[in-house]
């Protein structure tokens, strides 16, 4: 039996016309909703800090007014005695510390360039012109957010030095840092390492990783399981943002929230703005992230 095959060509030919036939008839919202969803889906896979602490979605009802500024904020309380930060995404990321049995969780913007292009050069487009879109923003957008992040944990690592951990790249090491987080009563949840860094995994002996484990990572390289020791790891290639030398254990973000909080007052989203035949687009978004302990990361 003959099936009808969807050729990529014809699929992103009929996602192009789509596209450009809603700005045509003035249906530019509906063409900046499918676009989003596109994006924001994007930006889940490249952003490290999202898999770390998922983000969720937060309404204006759920926010805190300050008392000094229009600055919108979340209170949120935590447990007794740990100590928590915010990191603003905006400007030069303001950076606070809080003590006492509440945090504050402040929002910033971010915004990718400002892109100009022609719909009759979209038309010549043959790949899905979303993709075109993202990739101009989303790379851009989740490299302010691993900034943040990365900037952030580097601070509340300095924080507590005499409790770090290091050395080589072995099961010893791995097991001084859980057992650290395991004494201050904190469980381990994930591990954030560079690529680079993860393939240091390829030279731990059978002896240690086992028989097994050291077969399928020959058989089939160490990306067949994202995990060390039963841990999750997750990986990013971004050695410029997070230093390929080291690794970082977090406490889990749930069930019971050891770890902090990671808000969208507004999810990425496309701007579309259109003069004749001139496409202006632009994304951004609005988020705040906070740490609510400083002991869960490792």
Known sequence: MDYMTQTPEVSASHINSNFLRKLDEGHVKQAEEESSAFIREKLRQEAAVREIIVPEGISEEDLDRDEHTDQPKKI??????????????????????????????????????????????????????????????????????????????????????????????QSGTFKQAMQAMLNRELPVGKMLMTKSQYLNALDLPATTVGDEIAKRHFDEGIESSQKLWGIPVVTTIKASIYNPKRAWIFAPQAPNNFLGNFYLLQDATLYIKQEADIIEFWSYEALGLGIGNRQSIQ
């Not at 022609?118 to 302010?144: C, G, P, W």
């Not at 900037?151 to 507590?160: D, K, S, Y």
């Open 76 to 169: 949120i309380d935590k447990e007794p005695d740990s100590v928590a930060t915010f990191v603003q995404f905006q400007g030069t990321g303001r950076r606070t510390w809080f003590r006492g049995k509440r945090y504050a969780i402040y929002f910033g913007k971010v915004e990718s360039q400002r892109f100009t292009k022609s719909k009759f050069e979209l038309m010549t487009y043959h790949s899905d012109i979303r993709k075109i879109l993202s990739d101009n923003s989303v790379k851009d957008m989740a490299d302010q957010e691993d900034k943040k992040f990365a900037e952030l944990i580097e601070a509340i690592v300095a924080l507590n030095p005499a409790q770090q951990s290091g050395g080589p790249f």
